[in-house]
């Protein structure tokens, strides 16, 4: 019979997808218990494929693997009786083979349930259609039960029930058709929340710690936070352990797990009490880990550094001596320094930014929850459109505030438009990013004498030719595609954003491969603030740009600009305003829920940051730094997060809802000249 013919019966149970490909080619064997036909694995070369014959009774059918290639994984079929011939079909060929992550979703689970007993349900759940669906197989239960093990990549079992699986479409709407369960969703990938592109990720600084209420009370000393990022830093100042400083509570159940150059004994401690791992979606969507040179850690470890950061804003300790390349020297600290800390890693590095997977995420919440954390921090989340209670994000949240634990999400970096505000549920707190009254005003003195004030990081003056980016680039538009071939070699290029719609880190990097010395880059003013840009830039608004533009026509190749050292200034400029790139509301599920619930500090914030990981994660970038600059609702979501943990730490009866509605109803503007944000 050909392909042809095998399309023509049109029979889509007879090509199934094996679940959660690892290297292996399945055939049927005789059963152990049952004596009848199940799945067995060879293990062969990714560049074999096979075709097995079973010990069936009675006229065995045969089996068809396809070639093992990265454009078609292995797709299994079971020829009807009597066909001698067999051939490999594409998975293409039946969309409902393709296998993916599910998260199927079972409600709550009794107070003092088996968690052991918990995850034998799950199985039995999944191994009751698992194999039926796959293979028509059903008089094996044993067999059954152990290729739905295969499939489970987690059970969710001791704050609620649930678990991941890798199913395709027919089998996950089958699942999601049965009474017990509540719901069946594909596990997305959230990104984390900061304003960084792939493009580039350095970005603006302050002071960390202005606008938080910092108290010494040592009953913050009972409540752990529990951060959902990235992992941690251990070795960071900010999660030292104080002399002093209490035992661990004896609420709290979690652990350090081992992992790649994370030992627990040596990094965790009375501060870092809680340190786990989850890659199991994360692999299952990308592959395996690529940790050859520190590219990743298989550990809590820290690789990206966004974790550590957000971390630290939250709960870091008290430290002496921050600052960047000197500068917003001083002191940092979290919101509420003596709260301990317990990192759940869920977010890996990949093409420069942090993937996060739900099923991994979900799993987190599973183990906090139980583990005893009193607030969940997540800088994390997806862009609408949005499903209600078909995420990880609004299940742990919801089971989270049953169980008396609030938890604080990221508002998004959409910008500017309506409805676009992520993590959205009504039990939960939604934060959006402002501003603070800190800026780094940097004085540009033109050849012609004229003066203009723009904002930046400039550590050292400098005195340089100064270049229209037109010259490098077609139609003036300072990306790196559309350069000339030609060489800025000692010149400072100006640059606008809204030519050709350049972000000011993408138009660097643009001037750096064109061997520019520096770049002046012209923004609107509602986006106009300093900024990492790896290369030398002053940020200026399109006023100022036109003024340096005009210039520059009119002293063609003798146009000259003298950039003077950065300055710190407070209390000059008007803050709290909704960062420009902040998420807005309301949400897009429901617009009688309004969100963000309230906004905290997420522009230019200095926090702690691992020294392996370059401050723009940039590999050409080789600079090695103890505290970074970001920016981002992510930035913004562990502010409200410490202040939480003060609460719960005066009010441990508080109930979520209480806790939120203080947070909401507390919340004062500044006035400009004062140098504290409260």
Known sequence: MTPAQWRQLGDASQ??????????????????????????????????????????????????????????????????????????????????????????????????????????????????????????????????????KEAMLYSYRRSFSGFAAMLNSTQATTLGSMEEVISVFKSKTLQLHTTRSWEFMGLASSEIGVAMPVTNSTSADNVVVGVFDTGVWPESGSFREDAGMPPVPPSWKGTCVKGEKFDPDKACNKKLVGARYYNSGFEREFGPLNTSGDAEYRSPRDRLGHGTHTASTAVG???????????????????????????????????????????????????????GVGVISASLGASPPLSPFSSSSDIGSFHAAQMGVLVVFSAGNDGLE??????????????????????????????????????????????????????????????????????????????????????????????????????IFAEPLTRKAAQDDLLPSVHVDIYQGTRILYYIQSAGSNAMVQVMRSKTAVGRSPAPSVAYFSSRGPSSITPNILKPDITAPGVNILAAWPPTSPPSVLPIDGRSVEWNFDSGTSMSCPHVSGVAALLKSVHPDWSPAAVKSALMTTGILIRTNNKKLR
Not at 72 to 87: A, D, E, F, R
Not at 101 to 114: A, C, E, F, P, S
Not at 455 to 460: N, V, Y
Request: charged share 15%.
């Open 317 to 371: 300790a008290a430290v002496e001596g921050a600052g960047f390349f000197g500068l917003a020297p001083g002191t940092a600290r979290g919101g509420a320094p003596r709260a301990r800390l317990a990192a759940y890693k869920v977010c890996w590095l990949k093409d420069l930014l942090g993937q996060c997977s739900e099923a991994d995420i979900l799993k987190a919440f599973d183990d906090a929850l139980a583990d």
């Open 15 to 148: 090509l199934h997808r094996l679940g959660g490909w690892r290297g292996r080619c399945h055939a049927f064997a005789p059963c152990p218990r049952a004596g009848a036909s199940t799945v067995r694995s060879a293990v062969l070369s990714k560049q074999q494929s096979c075709l097995l014959s079973p010990t069936h009774r009675p006229s065995p059918p045969q089996l068809g693997l396809l070639p093992l290639t990265p454009r078609h994984p292995p797709c299994l079929y079971i020829p009807p009786m009597g066909v001698k011939n067999s051939y490999p079909l594409p998975c293409e060929d039946q969309p409902s083979s393709r296998v993916k992550v599910h998260i199927v979703y079972l409600g709550l689970i009794n107070h003092g349930h088996d968690p052991l007993l918990t995850t034998k349900s799950h199985i039995r759940l999944l191994s009751n259609h698992h194999l039926v669906l796959y293979m028509h197989v059903s008089d094996c239960g044993a067999c059954r039960e152990e290729e739905a």
């Open 418 to 519: 309506a409805s676009l505000v992520q993590n959205v549920s009504p039990w939960s707190v939604c934060v959006a990013a402002s501003t603070i009254d800190r800026s780094y005003p940097t004085q540009l003195m033109l050849g012609n004498n004229i003066s203009i004030m723009g904002e930046g990081f400039i550590l050292l003056p400098m005195k340089m030719r100064l270049v229209d980016g037109s010259k490098y680039f077609s139609n003036g538009a300072c990306d790196f595609q559309r350069w000339k071939g030609n060489f800025a070699t000692g010149s400072i290029v100006l640059c606008f954003s809204n030519v050709g719609s350049v972000t000011s880190g993408s138009a660097a990097l643009a001037v750096l491969v064109a061997n520019g010395s520096a770049m």
